[in-house]
């Protein structure tokens, strides 16, 4: 698999590269102007489950797990996550975004609630890193006029790495 990687990427590296990096780019900042600056529809909403999320470690013979927050299921499907709080009320306001349907806001009874889930957290930290990870890839590529072969697969596989970390990090929250 790796070697029909490499061989796709040897005739003209650097214009396939920069195409096929910026993509990311792109769909990510499409993304952020969605979370941003386009306004986001009112969703009146039950809560019907919650989740315990839980990090487990080993220290040495016995183990031990963490609270990290809960995941909070809604009647229309949506979902969220909060660190501390789990909410007790059934009936919950949220502010939805339109195209990915990602929940940016949720309150009960007027008072807002802190979620970590959509754009907060790892989220916005992983879409901050793989981004500049990406650009600054492509200004490599640009500025650089003969990119050795070690170089060229570097910029392959770090960029694909972080993509996927960030694709699995996506799936999970």
Not at 9 to 26: D, E, G, N, T, W
Not at 68 to 83: A, I, P, V
Not at 98 to 127: A, C, E, H, Y
Request: hydrophobic fraction near 45%; proline fraction near 2%.
């Amino acid at each position: 698999m790796f070697e029909d990687l490499e061989f796709f990427f040897r005739k003209k590296f650097k214009k396939k590269f920069i195409i096929i990096a910026s993509v990311p780019v792109c769909l990510s900042l499409l993304y952020l102007i969605e979370i941003t600056l386009i306004p986001g529809f009112e969703v009146n909403d039950q809560i019907t489950g919650i989740r315990k999320i839980t990090i487990s470690s080993n220290n040495g013979a016995y183990r031990t797990s963490r609270n990290m927050g809960y995941r909070h299921y809604t009647e229309k499907e949506y979902k969220f996550s909060t660190l501390s709080k789990r909410i007790g009320f059934k009936n919950v306001e949220m502010t939805v975004s339109p195209i990915t349907q990602t929940v940016k806001r949720v309150s009960i009874n007027g008072s807002p609630v802190k979620i970590s889930s959509g754009f907060k957290g790892t989220n916005k930290v992983l879409l901050i890193i793989v981004n500049c990870v990406l650009i600054l890839s492509i200004a490599y590529a640009l500025l650089i006029r003969q990119i050795s072969d070690n170089a060229r697969l570097n910029l392959i596989f770090l960029n694909l790495f972080l993509l996927m970390v960030w694709l699995y990090i996506l799936v999970l929250l």
